[in-house]
């Protein structure tokens, strides 16, 4: 209804950059150390690597989660960086592409995943099981695969490849639940990060 100033999150960060105040030292002793680091990870990305292994550490998650986890952000990056390849720029389009690749694998969208799960705002990855994100890897990596050999050229292209990516992660639900007997899309999230990392004998205790 009225004219109002606002900030994006850089605007905000350049604002306290601004503050003459003593009281703002700390925050900008820390933006300070971010953008060392991030500058850092620039020049050598297996620090961010590590980077992202210890933060995971150290909010309780399991060694074999963790390395699974570190696998699927790379293969993420691959899938994100040949869909910029193929003109997809928006945040918005590569919420949809994600959107209809993960149904297709999973029956599900993003939004129904998260219900199951319990989550709002938390990354849908950082609350799947090993075997979700597995699943969810080869999608992303099928359908990385395929859009590099198709090379589409439109948007509605893209959304077919990246259900065909899906498909092939559906099957292999299919298989892995006939061996189970069970559905391996799984209520557990973070809260329990212990349990995300299922192993196989689970079952049969």
């Known amino acids: 209804m009225r004219m109002t100033d606002v900030f994006d999150t850089k605007g905000v960060l350049r ?3 601004s503050i003459p105040s003593p009281n ?3 925050f900008k002793m820390w933006l300070a150390q971010v953008g060392s680091e991030r500058l850092d990870e620039i020049a050598d990305p297996e620090k961010a690597i590590l980077r992202g292994a210890d933060f995971y550490r150290a909010k309780g998650y399991t060694e074999g989660w963790i390395n699974q986890r570190l696998q699927t952000i790379e293969m993420r990056k691959e899938l994100t960086d ?3 390849a193929r003109g997809v720029e928006k945040d918005k389009d590569y919420a949809i592409l994600t959107n209809e690749m993960t149904k297709a694998w999973s029956g599900l ?3 129904e995943y998260k219900a199951v799960k319990g989550l709002k705002k938390e990354n849908l990855r950082d609350n799947m099981t090993n075997i979700e ?3 969810n890897m080869l999608a992303e990596v099928t359908t990385t695969a395929i859009s590099k050999q198709v090379q589409p050229k439109t948007f509605d292209e893209n959304k077919q490849v990246a259900k065909r990516g899906g498909n092939v992660a559906k099957n292999a639900r299919v298989n892995i639940e006939e061996q ?3 559905s391996v899309i799984s209520p557990l999230n973070a809260k ?3 349990a995300l990392e299922i192993q196989p004998s689970d079952k049969d205790e």
């Open 109 to 111: 969208t993003v939004k």
């Open 15 to 17: 604002l306290v950059q």
């Open 133 to 135: 994100l597995v699943l």
């Open 180 to 182: 189970l007997g069970e």
């Open 192 to 194: 329990d990060k212990t």
């Open 24 to 26: 703002a030292e700390p």
């Open 82 to 84: 040949e869909w910029k």
